[in-house]
């Protein structure tokens, strides 16, 4: 097919149009790194991209059809994300970005107040479970000479005291405290090393922050079982299966 000047002239601009948006859907369509958090800053960057004060710039998105209307259904179809807790809370818990993407305070507050009601559900669950109780043995009946009792009861009754500064608001607001960290690490790995520093925070976390974007990463697992099961290959077994699906393991 041979394009005549001024199609092949709408082709390139088509592509200059596009190419933020390609950008933008591979950063969220990724299966191996945190997604959801990239929501917010995705769109405001976008947003920032096409409003950009550049002559030719502003010739795509305010003169060029295709650029007009982009503009138009990504104002239509994401007005409020800040709004929508699962996407706000996300942002706020990934240690790249916390609140550096929230436009609106209003916003902003609502997430926190939410994620504290999460938080305190999680700490109401852990105060539920019973303490340990020590083995009954007969090593434990015997009188044992401790030299620390009362330093350790001294530590005791500092803990007790300490335990109201300990809390909801302490741990979110600790948290924020934290520097941003690097663009390209691991969120996931932060709060591994950090879980035990705000303990009252990981559940929320391991239910919010890895959630996926997009369905890209499920389609991709079908394609894969497509690819792997056909008429001609119908007797592999489930864990022959499964195994070929699995990604190798790191060297």
Known sequence: MCLFSDELETVKQSISVLQPFELATKELSSE??????????????LRSYMSRDDPERRELYDTCP??????????????TLESIYLQGAATLLDPRLKKLHFVDEGNLKSIQSRLQLSMRG?????DARPAPQPANTSQDK???????????EIVRQ????????????????RYLEEPIIPRDSDPICW????SQLLPLMTDPVKKILCIPTTSVPSERVFSRAGELLSERRNHLSDENVSMLQSPPAPP
């Open 32 to 45: 191996k790194i945190t997604s959801l958090s990239k929501v917010i800053p995705m769109i405001k960057a």
């Open 66 to 79: 295709l650029g007009k209307e982009l503009r138009a259904q990504l104002d239509r179809k994401f007005p």
């Open 122 to 126: 999680s700490q109401q669950q852990t």
């Open 142 to 152: 015997q009188p044992s000479t401790n030299l620390w009792t009362d330093h350790d």
């Open 158 to 173: 500092s803990l007790q005291a300490a335990a109201p500064c300990v809390g909801l608001n302490v741990d979110l607001r």
């Open 191 to 194: 709060w591994k090393d950090h």
